[in-house]
């Protein structure tokens, strides 16, 4: 089981920037990685950024353009940075990640999950 912890998350002013991390018990080279926030009450989350075992990634429309995601394989952690953040972006972020070796869908990479860090952005 690979366990993911988060850190990173905060008050800031809206345009505002803030960088997430996770850490992974596990390597992270060559598995699918993902970011989702969940708002109280919603059970699914939206996935915000994913990078996927091949390196590709994907955003949600509401964030392209000022979420970054990536990650460093040597230290096995995740991050997303995130930039010009909106009060729609407050919400409590997770980590999450899936199976080694595969091409991840979207549930696929809800394997494991952390225990998520809260972002506020307000003015």
Do not use: H
């Amino acid at each position: 089981e690979v366990q993911v912890a988060e850190s990173g998350g905060g008050s800031v002013q809206i345009g505002g920037s803030l960088r997430l991390s996770c850490v992974a018990s596990d390597f992270t080279r060559n598995r699918c990685m993902a970011w989702f926030r969940q708002a109280p009450g919603d059970e699914r989350g939206e996935e915000v950024a994913m990078i996927n075992n091949d390196d590709s990634v994907r955003y949600a429309d509401s964030v392209k353009g000022r979420f970054t995601i990536s990650k460093d394989n040597v230290r096995n952690t995740l991050y997303l940075q995130m930039d010009s953040l909106k009060s729609d972006d407050s919400s409590k972020y997770y980590c999450a990640a899936g199976p080694a070796f595969i091409y991840c869908t979207t549930n696929a990479v809800r394997t494991y999950w952390g225990q998520g860090t809260q972002v506020t952005v307000s003015s």
